[in-house]
């Protein structure tokens, strides 16, 4: 049990102490504790990322071990992926294509032309979905869906530059609809974000003491 | 899935027809580009005031934490901001603390650095004028150890230059010698460049995010914790226009104020049908 739990605790707490502490300790002993400190993270981060990978990999093996549902999306995975780490680790002896004016690694190349293009094209389906979505959902179905319905369509307008035209020429001045949008980002929507961040920075502090303090023992596994 | 093949089937029509003029409606504009008028945004002039007073040599840290997925709103700002810095003789010092933002950034640089020579005639060369520091793990341990040690955090640049000695970083060994943070996000890491970079380092900040993302920036920006913010495609027109560019924000906002209009009809048909709908049938139909 020591092991298991007080000594891991106790390295926690320490750790803890001396993260939290540092920020008041402008002494140069202090600033290289910190560098020390963070320089084992980054490491640390190097083998997280080793390991993420390592279990992406084995869940989609897997399923194609499996035969599940979509199981050769996942052959994707594994074809993208150990693709671009070969063309990664051996770009030297492969040597560059054409790119353009210019010659790039082919690794670059995978990067420019296959990743970029479907990762924007992916992301664009968004406009369709969200006009789509806007067009069977978004109803004024009592007073606060209203209100929500009248801010969300200034801000839109507002947002964009076609409104200052409008604005000229139904209301005499450019700028009416514009600030109109801009008041509504700048008080209503301002108030409810500081609202939401206090409440979490508030979680963020009572957990991070619960932690230090042992209370939430969660992170050492074991169910507690 | 399920749910959109259960749809009535006049919902399916619509839906069809929905998609198809979204597609005009961002597709046409790029055809005709007429030159549009609008007035950027007190935010975004924020920024380009304070890099343009940066004395030339001087150092804007820029973060790309983005991946390719929101390149057609981020990596227009990526641009419109490094020019500036080209435009000026301040030297843009690029990093990313994402694996997938490492190509997208590479190519900011060197698209950016191209442009320099055909829009303002000056030669950029990599270390000398700006530096691509690359990619390091740890994001939050990263941004707390560049704070006391940047130089140490990235020994080295994207192209296997040790920054040791490197011209581009002259004077500079931590975030602290920064003139100015500037963080291009579509991820929640805006907070923790405050929090653990700019606030710590005692060094003014500035942040371009995607729309979806920009109200979580205004109380940031009320507080002073950011010094400006471009929001979107639309900040990265307004950084544009202000630095008098025609660059692909600006390209974009006609197609950006034909889809946002379009939807608007659509929500205010909707709502039209909603209504008459309930008063012919006595305040009850219509429900979907």
């Known amino acids: 049990m020591i092991f298991k739990r007080t000594i891991p605790l106790l390295i926690v707490l320490g750790i803890g102490l001396l993260g939290f502490m540092q920020d008041y300790v402008p002494h140069p002993w202090s600033a290289s504790l910190v560098d020390e400190m963070t320089t084992w993270s980054l490491i640390l981060g190097g083998f997280a990322a080793l390991l993420g990978l390592y279990s992406l990999l084995h869940m989609h093996w897997s399923r194609m071990r499996r035969k599940m549902s979509g199981w050769g999306y996942s052959a994707f995975v594994f074809i993208g992926a150990i693709g671009m780490m070969a063309v990664g680790f051996f770009s030297d002896s492969i040597g560059t294509v054409t790119s353009g004016t210019e010659r790039v690694s082919l690794y670059d190349w995978g990067y420019d032309y296959i990743y970029i293009p479907c990762a924007a094209t992916v992301f664009s389906l968004l406009a369709f979905y969200m006009a789509s979505a806007a067009f069977r959902t978004f109803r004024a179905r009592n007073l606060a869906a209203g209100l929500l319905l009248v801010a969300a369509i200034i801000v839109m307008f507002g947002r964009v530059p076609l409104s200052e035209t409008v604005s000229e020429w139904l209301l005499g001045d450019r700028q009416i609809i514009p600030n109109m949008a801009k008041a509504i980002m700048d008080y209503p929507n301002l108030a409810a974000k500081r609202g939401i961040l206090l409440g979490i920075a508030l979680g963020v502090i009572s957990q991070s003491l619960r932690i230090l303090l042992g209370i939430e023992r969660s992170y050492l596994g074991g169910g507690d | ?67 390719p997925a929101s390149e057609a709103e981020l990596y227009p700002m990526t641009l419109a901001i490094m020019r500036h810095c080209f435009k000026k003789g301040v030297i843009p010092v690029v990093m990313t603390p994402w694996p997938a933002s490492v190509g997208i950034a590479r190519l900011g640089c060197d698209e950016a650095a191209n442009d320099a020579n055909t829009m303002f005639q000056k030669k950029m060369v990599s270390g000398k004028d700006y530096v691509f520091l690359g990619f390091r793990p740890g994001f939050s341990q990263l941004i707390l150890k560049m704070v006391n040690n940047l130089k140490g955090s990235f020994d080295k640049d994207y192209y296997g230059q040790p920054t040791q000695g490197m011209k581009a970083l002259e004077g500079v060994n931590s975030l602290k010698e920064i003139d ?98 309930r008063f012919f049938a006595g305040g009850k139909g219509a429900s979907r």
């Open chain 2, 1 to 67: 899935m399920s749910q959109i093949r259960n749809l009535p089937k006049h919902y399916e029509l619509a839906r069809r027809i929905i998609y198809v003029l979204i597609a005009l409606a961002v597709i046409l504009p790029y055809f005709f580009n007429p030159k549009q008028e609008f007035k950027p945004a007190i935010e975004v002039e924020n920024i380009y005031k304070k890099i343009e007073s940066i004395k030339p040599g001087g150092h804007v840290l820029i973060s790309i934490d983005y991946d």
């Open chain 2, 180 to 277: 100015l943070l500037v963080d291009i996000a579509a991820v929640g890491s805006v907070e923790v460049w405050i929090a653990y970079g700019a606030d710590k380092a005692g060094i003014p900040m500035a942040a371009g995010t995607t729309a979806v993302m920009t109200p979580d920036l205004y109380p940031f920006y009320q507080s002073n914790q950011l010094m400006g913010f471009l929001g979107g495609l639309r900040g990265a027109a307004d950084y544009e226009k202000l630095l008098k560019i025609s660059g692909r924000g600006e390209r974009g906002m006609l197609a950006q104020s034909a889809t946002h209009v379009l939807i608007i009809l659509l929500i205010l048909g909707a709502n039209i049908r909603l209504f008459f709908g």
